[in-house]
């Protein structure tokens, strides 16, 4: 007699599954979120980023708008113009003679402090020697110091060695305030690149020089943008070194002219002429950080990883 065993039916249920409905809902079927979802998520972040650009950018536009706007009291009183621009160009010396002060000042500036600060942070990132960290700590503590308590004490020590009423005095004293920070951005770049290649290029033959010139100065190039980008916009809107150390009219550089050319009439406010002379002061500026905003970013992350 065989007996045959019966297997036990399957049982299909037709009950919809509910698992993970709870996590889902809102989110198309690839697990994103759907348009509205999205919206509602991202709003609060679009509103504050907004708030910030409207702060930031609506006083650049007003005096943008209101250099070239009739204005009563100044060069352009009637219909739309560059008239406040033109008085800007005919003041004193011109307006050429001080933006070339400028850039004579901040060009200066850039070339001191990145050749120092890649020499000093190489030096502090790569190098052994005995009170290093002590030299480093003195270096950093500079920038506690209040920057206007030694512009009188520098004024007297750039006088003895002859380089008082002198832009290279005045770009001088922007590099010594830079530096500190610029050494201390210029050491995070380089400690955030592998030591490894610096030893597997001196297997290959390099020397010391070879690697810093062949190896490592193109790896840190987005710290360097970074320090010559701060080092620029110091030096291109510094107010306070030039009112104290420069006495001769021709050689102001561009804010100290513009700031002379705000009371230049009795007293009397001439205010599309300032305004021209802001937009002019800021444009580089503005144009500078656009172009460079990338590298600007990424010099300023190379010390988030090491590796």
């Known amino acids: 007699m065989t007996i045959t065993r019966k297997e036990p039916a399957t049982v299909t249920s037709t009950m919809p599954d509910v698992r ?26 679009w509103i504050f980023t907004a708030a ?22 100044t060069n352009q009183t009637e219909g739309w113009g560059l008239g406040n621009y033109i008085t800007l ?10 933006i070339g002060n400028s850039v004579f000042v901040s060009l ?34 500079i920038l506690m110091v209040p920057y206007a308590t030694l ?8 006088n003895l060695v002859g380089l008082s009423n002198s832009l290279v005095g005045v770009a001088l004293v922007l590099t010594m305030f830079q530096l500190p920070f610029s050494t201390f951005m210029m050491r995070i770049a380089f400690e955030s ?17 070879s690697v810093l010139w062949k190896v490592l100065v193109p790896a840190v190039k987005p710290g360097l943008i970074t320090v010559g980008l701060f080092a620029f916009l110091a030096a291109w809107n510094d107010f306070m070194a030039p009112l104290i ?9 561009l804010p100290l002219a513009v700031s002379n050319l705000r009371g230049q009439v009795q007293g ?10 802001v937009v002019v002061l800021a444009l580089p500026c503005i144009l500078l950080f656009l172009i460079l905003q990338r590298h600007y970013v990424r010099g300023f992350m190379s010390g988030a990883f090491k590796g």
């Open 89 to 98: 160009a005919g003041y004193q010396d011109g307006i050429l003679q001080y």
């Open 245 to 253: 150390l420069i006495n001769d009219s021709a050689k102001m550089t």
């Open 193 to 209: 690149i592998p030591k490894e290649l610096d030893e597997a290029a001196m297997v290959d033959g390099c020397t010391s020089w």
């Open 20 to 45: 993970g409905h709870g996590r889902n809902r809102g989110r198309g079927r690839d697990g994103k979120p759907t348009n509205f979802f999205g919206i509602a998520i991202r709003m609060p972040f």
């Open 151 to 158: 512009l009188i004490p520098l004024y007297v020590l750039l």
């Open 268 to 277: 009397v406010v001439d205010y599309g002429a300032t305004e021209a002379g």
């Open 108 to 141: 200066l500036t850039v070339i001191l402090t990145l050749v120092i600060s890649l020499f000093g942070g190489y030096a502090f990132a790569r190098f052994q020697f005995r009170g290093k960290n002590a030299l480093f700590l003195a270096t950093i503590a």
């Open 52 to 73: 910030l650009a409207v702060i930031f950018l609506y006083p650049l536009v007003w005096t943008a708008v209101r250099s070239v706007s009739p204005l009563a009291g």
